[in-house]
């Protein structure tokens, strides 16, 4: 099978800081997959990178074996490349609605013309896209009405917005920043079930970076290990959570023992 994604020697510098140093990824088609590390091991420098809000000093990307090198966020994201944020990066004082329709911009048809004088065509793609970002507010199972500003709701339900807009753009691979990050335990529950049907009824091809290894190590196929921007470690869960390399990069930041057994 083909590889959908592939980094190659993939390094980037921050003046005298390598914060991604020489790093070999590659990902087939309907995988889950996740990225961990310790702090500041570069995890979300490469996620910018792959979408292109970095551009790598040296190495190469491939996504369907084209070159993303020199590609815009959104002529990556039309390419079939979506993400989400460490942090949320909604639209507070947007609806539910508004915001995941923002996710769809790549895919709309309607010319300035048409959008100025709401013609038919107008009207029709905008009632269509409506129809289809109700099905994926439903599908991400957001409680909250389409019409609720996102700034009103909680930490979780926001985190399922913020999917919601990523699924939008209709990505063939999606990228998870932290995103069970501040829940408790039911919404991590409900995130985790989340993530596998995107892949399992979606047919979309995940990968997180996440802190919580209980998700990791439950969700994943595979996993790669990042330590000041270098890759230490890959393979599967259980090879990973026995490797001597990882646990001495965890534990030598004080992380507890328990967030590696």
């Given at each position: ?39 500041g091991a570069g995890k979300t420098t490469l996620f910018n990178l792959i979408t292109g ?35 949320i990066r909604l639209f507070g004082n947007m609806t539910v609605m508004e915001n995941v ?161």
């Amino acid at each position: 099978m083909a590889n959908l994604l592939e980094l190659g020697k993939v390094t980037k510098r921050f003046g005298g800081l390598i914060a991604v140093n020489q790093v070999d990824f590659t990902l087939e088609p309907g995988r889950i997959v996740s990225i961990i590390g310790p702090n500041g091991a570069g995890k979300t420098t490469l996620f910018n990178l792959i979408t292109g809000i970095y551009k790598p000093d040296d190495g190469e990307i491939l996504f369907e074996g084209r070159s993303l090198i020199g590609l815009r966020p959104d002529q990556i994201t039309a390419r079939g490349i979506s993400r989400t944020f460490q942090n949320i990066r909604l639209f507070g004082n947007m609806t539910v609605m508004e915001n995941v329709l923002v996710g769809m911009h790549t895919r709309f048809r309607a010319s300035p013309v048409d959008i100025l004088f709401q013609t038919p065509r107008f009207r029709k793609e905008e009632q269509q896209l409506r129809e289809e970002a109700l099905r994926l507010i439903r599908f991400v199972g957001l409680r909250a009405s389409p019409d609720e500003l996102a700034k009103n709701l909680p930490y979780g339900e926001q985190r399922k917005v913020e999917i919601a807009r990523a699924l939008a753009a209709h990505p063939k691979l999606i990228l998870l920043d932290e995103p069970t990050a501040g829940m408790n335990p039911q919404e991590t529950a409900e995130t985790t079930r989340l993530i596998q049907r995107l892949r399992d009824e979606l047919g979309i091809t995940v990968i997180l970076i996440e802190h919580q290894m209980r998700v990791v190590m439950g969700i994943s196929e595979r996993v790669t290990v990042l330590d000041y921007g270098e890759k230490i470690a890959e393979g599967s869960p259980e090879e990973v959570r026995r490797n001597p390399r990882v646990i001495e990069a965890y534990l030598g930041r004080g992380v507890a023992i328990g967030a590696i057994a």
